[in-house]
């Protein structure tokens, strides 16, 4: 932890939406493409855009979110 403050670094949790721990930021994801409206599952660099930007200074004031990247599934 003191490496991380002293760094600014960031935690970032990679899971499946069934994941339900509270910790730092947690990206979730669509595993099967029924849950996408694009019928689609995310493609490796749709996530890899999404964790760079968590990992930015762009998301410096964001924290503590569970961000779901899962091509629209909650609107199903």
Sequence with gaps: MPYLIQSNGVIINISSISSKRPHANFLNHAEAES????????????????????????????????????GGGLLK
């Design 35 to 70: 849950l996408s409206v694009f019928h689609r599952g995310a493609e490796p660099e749709e996530m890899a855009k999404t964790v760079a930007f968590l990992a930015s200074n762009t998301s410096s004031f964001v924290t503590g979110i569970n961000l779901r990247v899962d």
